[in-house]
């Protein structure tokens, strides 16, 4: 079955703690993207990155890193410098930088 | 920029009909359209490019007019599944990110 799988769905953490939120697609789409939601708002842009080993700042990408070494594989870095960590977060993959975008099921952080 | 959707929420019988609309201060290329149901990821509905092209998915359609910079949402005989919140994203040229707009959230009760 191909898919988005991102691990863990909830995931808990101290205040100044960096946590890395796990994204893997087994679609062979070339772009993958994080977006955090806060509750009730739409969807925010952290990082996208369209090939391997690229990848550039979205909306909000103070705080956050990621790196893209596999075309399946497109982890997300909450640092401690990220103020208000608490959110959904979203990744997306889709086959090209401008087509649909396929939506991993979200993982839940909250920092303590 | 982000994009303004309207209205911000609409509750319908099963169905009625009703339309959103997603309005954009700039030029647009392509429009998304997501739905998405409550503690679940956002599905995709529909693309729509420049060109005022409509499209549909079952009973929900949506047209794109480019001199407006708008796009709109068409629920027609809405069915109790169609309950979730309606995203639009919004590109301003082939291959850009998109810009989501803050959602408007149906309900449709039986």
């Known amino acids: 079955d191909g898919g988005i799988t991102q691990s863990p769905k909830y995931l808990f953490r101290k205040e100044g703690q960096n946590v890395t939120l796990s994204c893997e697609q087994n679609l062979n789409h070339d772009a993958m993207y994080w977006y955090r939601q806060d509750p009730g708002q739409g969807l925010r842009l952290i990082y996208y990155?369209?090939?391997?080993?690229?990848?550039q700042k979205g909306d909000i990408a103070e705080g956050y890193s990621v790196s893209r070494e596999k075309k399946e594989s497109f982890p997300l870095t909450v640092t401690s410098a990220q103020k208000n960590p608490t959110a959904f977060y979203l990744c997306?993959?889709?086959?090209?930088?401008?087509?649909?975008?396929?939506f991993g099921p979200g993982t839940r952080l909250t920092v303590l | 920029q982000q994009p303004v959707q309207s209205p911000q929420a609409v509750i319908l019988r099963e169905g009625e009909d009703a339309v959103i609309n997603c309005s954009s201060s700039?030029?647009?290329?392509?429009v998304h359209w997501y739905r998405q149901k409550h503690g679940e990821a956002p599905v995709f509905l529909m693309i729509?490019?420049?060109?005022?092209e409509q499209k549909g998915h079952e009973k929900i359609s949506a047209s794109f007019n480019e001199k407006k910079q708008q796009s709109s949402l068409y629920l027609t005989a809405s069915q109790l599944s169609y309950s979730g919140t309606y995203f639009c994203g919004t590109a301003a040229a082939a291959g850009n990110k998109l810009t989501f707009g803050g959602g408007t959230r149906v309900l449709v009760k039986p």
């Open positions: 990155s369209q090939i391997v080993n690229d990848f």
């Open positions: 997306a993959s889709s086959v090209t930088g401008y087509s649909e975008q396929f």
């Open positions: 700039k030029a647009l290329y392509s």
């Open positions: 729509l490019l420049k060109g005022g």
